[in-house]
């Protein structure tokens, strides 16, 4: 009932900075919480960053201070505004949403994973 798109991966030297949109359509309404993802080769995935609702964001230790998440309400939509960028930083991001209050690890939907690719 709800598709995420997202854009805006891609390469980009370390120190560079690139900014990630995920749009969700459909039954919106069961939205609450959105967030991203990423994996990296031979890596687990982990929690990059969420928002909830009303605002309240929660980050990896890894990115805090570097990546900031954001949302639009208005127009169904997300952000992760990443800078600073460094090879660790390499992996395939995912956009997720849930219905619930929090981002959970097995999120109700998910989108479609864009590359994003630090080089040294």
């Known amino acids: 009932q709800v598709q995420l798109v997202e854009s805006g991966g891609g390469l980009v030297q370390a120190g560079g900075s690139l900014r990630l949109s995920c749009v969700a359509s459909?039954?919106?309404?069961?939205?609450?919480?959105m967030g991203w993802y990423r994996q990296a080769p031979g890596k687990q995935r982990e929690l990059v960053a969420a928002v909830t609702r009303g605002g309240i964001t929660d980050y990896a230790d890894s990115v805090k201070g570097r990546f900031t998440i954001s949302r639009d309400n208005a127009k169904n939509t997300v952000y992760l505004q990443m800078n600073s960028l460094k090879p660790e930083d390499t992996a395939v991001y995912y956009c997720?949403?849930?219905?619930?209050?929090?981002?959970?690890?097995?999120?109700?939907?998910w989108g479609q994973g864009t590359q994003v690719t630090v080089s040294s």
């Open positions: 459909g039954s919106i309404f069961s939205i609450s919480s």
């Open positions: 997720a949403a849930d219905r619930s209050f929090t981002l959970r690890l097995n999120s109700d939907y």
